[in-house]
């Protein structure tokens, strides 16, 4: 494998792979005796995560709040407060997540990071505009030169089948979509395009490990 290749990041809509692919790899870089850390960081962690427990408790359906933001009622009373409370939890788990164990000279393999966070959050908060904004311009600085990306995608209605036990509906999905295009075109990311609608599981394996540089 390529010397420089210290993050491998898989982005995408959920229901596309990201998942099992980095999974798959971690594991195959493992056997090959190299160090690495399979982790992610998306949203809701440290002190989001704490406070949507808390509301759990209290008989909110957190389930759906996950993927579709706050109640009306309630996001026109606490967005911007959400915001700030989201901004400092995703810098907390990026540093022992992301930040040390790259220190510590590991490979990190995530399935979630930078693009997913910014995506997820810009529907969270019902802010499209988010991922542009100075906070998204700071998190795109995040991916350090010496990665490389995947970004996985699927026909809609191959990720609605492939997710039927979520609440995802076509809109969502759609929505994902987009904003995925529009950070790849806006910040001119460099990532691998790999469609996993009508592959096996393991010729897109194959084919992220070509590109890698570990097949054979």
Not at 14 to 30: E, N, S, V, W
Not at 180 to 208: C, D, M, P, R
């Amino acid at each position: 494998m390529h010397n420089m290749y210290r993050l491998i990041y898989f982005f995408g809509p959920d229901g596309t792979g990201k998942t099992t692919h980095a999974d798959l790899i971690a594991a195959r870089l493992r056997s090959m005796g190299f160090k690495v850390l399979r982790t992610g960081v998306k949203h809701h962690h440290t002190i989001a995560y704490l406070i949507l427990k808390l509301m759990e408790r209290a008989g909110y359906d957190i389930r759906m709040i996950n993927y579709y933001g706050f109640y009306k009622e309630l996001a026109n009373k606490i967005n911007l407060i959400w915001k700030f409370i989201e901004i400092i939890s995703f810098f907390i788990a990026w540093i022992y997540r992301i930040y040390l164990p790259y220190l510590l000279g590991y490979i990190v393999v995530c399935d979630r990071y930078v693009l997913d966070t910014l995506v997820t959050l810009s529907y969270f908060l019902k802010e499209p505009k988010f991922i542009t904004s100075e906070f998204a311009r700071l998190l795109i600085k995040l991916i350090p030169k010496n990665s490389l990306l995947f970004y996985l995608e699927a026909d809609t209605q191959s990720i609605m089948l492939r997710k039927l036990d979520e609440p995802l509906t076509l809109e969502l999905i759609e929505y994902y979509k987009r904003m995925y295009a529009l950070l790849i075109k806006i910040y001119g990311i460099k990532a691998n395009n790999i469609n996993t609608e009508s592959e096996t599981i393991q010729s897109v394996h194959e084919k992220i490990a070509g590109l890698l540089g570990i097949s054979g």
